[in-house]
């Protein structure tokens, strides 16, 4: 059997990703991993793992005055990550205490 039209392993893997929308989940997971980038390691550290589902981003935060001061952000937040990620993947970030 000849190949008319061989592609790279690469390509074959994104276009299955595509196809199976796993690549919205690893987007999600991409985003939730900015988390500590974004806002720093101290900050970081004071917060929850963020947890993201069909764009919404979780994120726990202990502290009373912390969580208000992240609620100011959150856009500039939200904006921020899905800026690094290229595409709009963040449509909400959400603290809980």
């Known amino acids: 059997m000849k190949r008319h039209n061989p592609e790279s392993i690469g390509d074959v893997l994104r276009q299955l990703l595509e196809e199976s929308s796993l690549q919205n989940r690893m987007d999600e997971l991409k985003a939730a ?3 500590k980038h974004i806002v720093g ?3 970081a550290a004071q917060c929850s793992v963020p947890l993201v589902k069909n ?4 994120v726990g935060v202990p502290n009373a005055s ?3 001061e ?3 952000s959150r856009t500039r937040l939200r904006s921020i990550i899905n800026r690094t990620i290229g595409k709009e993947i963040i449509t909400e ?3 809980t205490s």
Not at 55 to 58: A, E, H, I, K, P
Request: net charge positive; charged share 20%; no cysteine.
């Open 70 to 72: 992240l609620l100011m």
């Open 55 to 58: 764009g919404v981003m979780r």
């Open 33 to 35: 991993g900015l988390w």
């Open 93 to 95: 970030i959400k603290f």
């Open 41 to 43: 390691e101290h900050l």
């Open 66 to 68: 912390l969580r208000n």
